[in-house]
């Protein structure tokens, strides 16, 4: 049987990469608040020209980032600081799609084909069929660019011999089309919007580094919800449909966290009772490995911290 494989993507393959490649600079994507990230179109550091996202974290210095983007999606914790959710969460999103720009544009000037999961998705391009990352960065988009592999994503038409790519939580290339709203694009913000059911463009390389009008991420901590949007639910739909044949299915770096668990519980919903599973996580989730045994899915485990290789270091094969 020829082999039909999938990916879900965590926040674990682009540690892989930093892990791999040292960079001097966004090292922790579980940290992006404490990268020195420059404003677009301004001097400065970027966090400085948002105030409210700004006022928390300086309420909370002990804490980590992870920790006060749950406390941005509290409204408690928001009125503490007289500030207003809305405000919070909209900074939220402007700082990971910018900071994530700055980390994608790295990644891209970084990668060689020397990289494990690099060298083992070259050995499986032909036999992919949709991926869904749940990062912001594009550094699955540059694998593919670079392996020369066409796929289609929500700013895109569908193509029929194009692999699927699927991104649930947004994208830092993510931005509304320029025709839908007529305003400056600065940083400070002079106009705020979020949740709009919106066409949806990919802004190229060299547009990143951009204030944006409409950031499409979701913060960490916070339940998916663009499947409610016509693009990204589209999209949605189409990935989950793409599953059905599938012989494998690779979740590479996911850690299950409960506010993805519905998604994620979809796309295992949607697999075929013989698709085999793949985790591929140093640390895999033990609730996510009681999740496939309740629904009687074969699964294996990759727990090298180095990638997909077996004990000797060489490549793991399907």
């Not at 909370?60 to 408690?76: I, Q, V, W, Y």
């Not at 839908?180 to 949740?195: A, G, H, I």
Request: glycine share 4%; proline share 6%; with cysteine.
């Amino acid at each position: 049987m020829s082999k039909k494989i999938s990916l879900v993507i965590g926040n674990g393959f682009s540690i892989n990469f930093n892990n791999f490649y040292e960079p001097s600079s966004y090292k922790n994507t579980n940290e992006p608040l404490q990268w020195n990230v420059p404003t677009p179109g301004n001097s400065g550091q970027l966090i400085d020209h948002l105030p409210s996202l700004n006022k928390l974290r300086k309420a909370h210095p002990e804490l980590g980032s992870f920790d006060l983007f749950k406390m941005a999606l509290d409204e408690n914790h928001c009125k503490a600081i007289n500030e207003k959710i809305f405000d919070v969460k909209i900074e939220c999103r402007h700082y990971l799609t910018i900071a994530f720009s700055y980390y994608s544009l790295l990644q891209k000037k970084l990668l060689t084909d020397d990289w494990l999961w690099f060298r083992w998705l070259e050995l499986y391009k032909s036999k992919l069929v949709s991926i869904s990352s749940y990062n912001y960065d594009l550094l699955m988009e540059t694998l593919l660019d670079k392996m020369k592999v066409k796929y289609v994503d929500i700013t895109k038409s569908e193509c029929n011999d194009s692999l699927i790519l699927h991104k649930p939580h947004g994208s830092c290339s993510y931005e509304i089309h320029p025709r839908t709203v007529f305003t400056k694009r600065q940083y400070p913000l002079s106009f705020k919007m979020d949740d709009c059911d919106a066409t949806i463009v990919q802004l190229p390389y060299d547009e990143l580094i951009t204030p944006r009008i409409l950031p499409l991420s979701i913060i960490p901590n916070e339940e998916g919800f663009y499947h409610n949007h016509t693009s990204i639910g589209n999209q949605n739909r189409l990935f989950n449909r793409s599953l059905n044949k599938n012989t494998h299915c690779l979740f590479i770096g996911n850690s299950y966290m409960d506010c993805d668990r519905g998604e994620i519980n979809e796309v295992l919903s949607s697999l075929p009772p013989s698709c085999k599973v793949i985790v591929a996580n140093p640390y895999p989730s033990v609730d996510f490995i009681e999740k496939l045994k309740s629904m009687n899915l074969e699964y294996e485990c990759w727990t090298s911290l180095h990638g997909p290789v077996d004990e000797n270091h060489q490549l793991i094969l399907l």
